[in-house]
């Protein structure tokens, strides 16, 4: 098994495959990780799904919490009454959360092979040929988790329909005075040692982002000159939001940005990706060592499709609704902002067809975290769900709990034959 790509989707799902007992090999293709973050924030749902395999601490102890999540710039959702354990935003920079999950896979056995690109595969009934550098690898499966520009997305010929995008912005991390740059005309993060700008950008440029550029676009901005003094990463961005047409083609699978990418609105690429993984790695290694029900791995496509999709909406929408004509129904959702969309921006609405008969209220939700008493011992849901396997709890009432914390099946004894042979096999 190949995975490709040592970002947040890469490594989960890689741990979650070492951590069944699935012989992985994770390639990327930079030299090292990046030491500098693209992203901040970790949300509700990451630490719940991280809590099912006992990381959620580790994380926790990085950064700060905040009981809100940032719906637009100026419009926050109260988190502080949500039903988790986790009622708040982590404040934690990409880089560290990348750096946490692969030593979480080195504990799990599986180093990652830094300078190793995916450059081309062939697939066929029974496997994959990977030409990995100047190497060909023969693999059961191959996961695509290479980011926006996907390789794997692009050699499988896997469609990537969307829109294209109508604004461009620039991320500057500068060294730059943050209180002269902090008077709300211009979007400003205080970073240490750092200050991150975003700007807008007029029209679409390709190539390297010039700091003199930048400069000049604040300057135009602020009317006034805040010198930039040296810059930690330039980058630029757009609301182009596209998503693959399948995430699962025979054995090429697609994960995180490799199968969806979307304004930058919301900050939640890194927590959409790592659900992703989530939900494909349990699913996979039962799939590699054949005792996955028929029809299993292609439920990662049913079920992760619809999410992403929505959350290109969600996020376009975010988008628009920073223009300046739209301010009045801007101000409109902030004065409605509520649990759902709390719910909405956080994923922990999130819900996966259980494909059996039956309406009870967790049924497809993750499951919450209670206590329990097994053979006499108090533990937790979360702590059964460690070892990422099925979890079934008969003094619950009857409930089976998926490897990632859904539940598949609450206390109807006329369903309980279906779910098993969904979910775990006959
Ligand atoms: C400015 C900015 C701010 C952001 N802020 C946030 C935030 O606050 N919160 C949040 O949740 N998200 C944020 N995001 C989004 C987030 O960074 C991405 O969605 C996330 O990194 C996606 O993870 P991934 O694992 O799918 O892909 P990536 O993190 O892009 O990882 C892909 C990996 O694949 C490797 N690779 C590429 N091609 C190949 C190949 N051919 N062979 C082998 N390896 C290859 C790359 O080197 C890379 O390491 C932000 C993004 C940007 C640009």
Not at 71 to 88: E, I, K, N
Not at 222 to 247: C, I, M
Not at 271 to 286: E, F, I, T
């Amino acid at each position: 098994m190949l995975v490709a790509g040592a970002g947040p989707a890469g490594l989960l799902v890689a741990a979650e495959l070492a951590l069944a007992g699935v012989e992985v090999a994770v390639v990327d293709a930079a030299p090292r990780r990046s030491s500098h973050p693209r992203g901040f924030t970790l949300s509700a749902r990451s630490l719940e799904l991280l809590d099912r395999r006992g990381l959620a601490e580790r994380f926790l102890a990085e950064g700060p919490v905040v009981p809100y999540g940032m719906f637009l710039p100026g419009v926050f959702l109260d988190l502080s009454a949500m039903d988790t354990d986790h009622p708040y935003t982590l404040g934690i920079a990409q880089n560290r959360v990348e750096e946490l999950l692969e030593e979480w896979l080195a504990e799990l056995g599986v180093r990652v092979r830094w300078g190793s690109e995916v450059v081309d595969f062939t697939q066929d009934d029974d496997g994959v040929d990977v030409v990995v550098g100047e190497d060909c690898w023969r693999v059961s499966y191959l996961v695509g988790c290479d980011g926006s520009r996907s390789t794997v997305r692009k050699r499988a010929g896997i469609a990537f329909p969307g829109v294209d995008a109508t604004s461009y912005g620039l991320v500057a991390d500068v060294e730059a005075d943050f209180d002269a740059l902090a008077t709300g005309e211009v979007f400003v993060l205080p970073r240490p040692g750092y200050v991150r700008i975003v700007l807008e950008e007029p029209e679409p440029r390709s190539g390297p982002v010039e700091l003199e550029y930048v400069q000049e676009l604040l300057n135009a901005r602020l009317g006034r000159v805040v010198p930039l003094g040296k810059p930690l990463w330039l980058s630029r961005f757009s609301d182009a939001a596209r998503q693959a047409e399948r995430y699962v083609h025979g054995r090429v699978i697609l994960a995180g940005d490799a199968a969806h990418v979307h304004p930058p609105a919301g900050a939640v690429g890194v927590n959409v990706a790592l659900a992703d993984a989530m939900n494909l790695g349990w699913k996979l290694a039962a799939t590699v060592s054949g005792r996955a029900p028929a029809g299993l791995l292609q439920t990662y496509h049913d079920e992760r499709h619809p999410v992403g999709a929505r959350v290109l909406r969600t996020t376009r929408a975010q988008s628009l609704l920073g223009r300046e004509d739209l301010a009045p129904v801007r101000d409109l959702v902030a004065e409605l902002n509520g649990k759902q969309l709390a719910e909405l921006v956080t994923g922990l609405d999130t819900w996966y067809d259980p494909r059996i008969p039956g309406d009870h209220p967790l049924l497809g939700r993750l499951a919450p975290n209670l206590p329990v008493v097994v053979d006499g011992r108090p533990t937790t849901v979360s702590e059964l769900l460690r070892p990422g396997r099925p979890v079934l709890l008969p003094d619950l009432g009857g409930v089976l709990i998926r490897p990632d914390g859904h539940v598949a099946w609450v206390a109807d004894p006329a369903t309980l034959t279906a779910a098993l042979e969904t979910w775990t096999g006959p």
